[in-house]
């Protein structure tokens, strides 16, 4: 029978729930605070905290599979704790290039929100917290919110075609966003 998605071999990762990390992942993508300008409300902030030794905002552990229906790319994504002004820390956020394809988002540890919207501007969110699954459907953004002071591990999984879409975010945002204000979380 003719195959139209690669044949690969099978294989096994280790993953290490309480760092998150996948030790032996071939790809090691690090955002800090210096690759989030344009996305926080204070930017002063953000850029004293650049000052201040621009520190690691996030990580995504993923070994690729291939890019293409069939597949399914999965990736560990470690969001640490903080705040640039009153802002929680958060992920860039994106489509998927694929605008179809759907991704599960798998609490390993942490507290937070998956802040979700579409392009016609409904936006949603869903608590994130340890043994909640949160399922991003197709056609919805997604960026993930740390709230709590320890990180926030997630284990994603998407088809391989899906691809990544952040010039629509960068330039469009989220209407909602999540603050500490007054000692209380607040989502405006
Ligand atoms: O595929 C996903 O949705 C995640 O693995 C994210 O890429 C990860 O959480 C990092 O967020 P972003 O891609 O928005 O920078
Ligand atoms: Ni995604």
Not at 6 to 25: K, S, W
Not at 31 to 37: G, I, N, Q, T
Not at 82 to 103: L, P, S
Not at 129 to 143: F, K, N, Q, S
């Amino acid at each position: 029978m003719k195959k139209t998605t690669q044949f690969i071999e099978p294989f096994g990762v280790d993953i290490d729930l309480d760092i998150g990390a996948m030790p032996g992942a071939a790809h090691h993508l690090v955002r800090r605070a210096s690759d989030m300008r344009g996305y926080y409300t204070d930017e002063a902030a953000l850029e004293r905290l650049i000052c201040q030794g621009d520190p690691v905002h996030y990580e995504v552990f993923e070994t690729p599979v291939p890019e293409e229906i069939g597949h399914l790319m999965y990736c560990i994504s470690t969001l640490q704790p903080g705040r640039v002004g009153d802002e929680y820390f958060m992920t860039k956020g994106h489509y998927h290039t694929c605008i179809e394809t759907a991704e599960t988002y798998l609490t390993l540890r942490g507290n937070g929100y998956m802040m979700m919207k579409t392009a016609e501007g409904r936006v949603c969110w869903e608590p994130m917290c340890r043994g909640r699954m949160v399922y991003v459907p197709p056609y919805w953004a997604h960026r993930s919110i740390n709230t709590a002071d320890e990180p926030l591990v997630s284990f994603c999984v998407y088809p391989g075609n899906a691809g990544h879409n952040y010039g629509d975010i960068a330039s469009e945002g989220f209407s909602k966003r999540v603050y500490l204000r007054d000692g209380q979380e607040v989502i405006v």
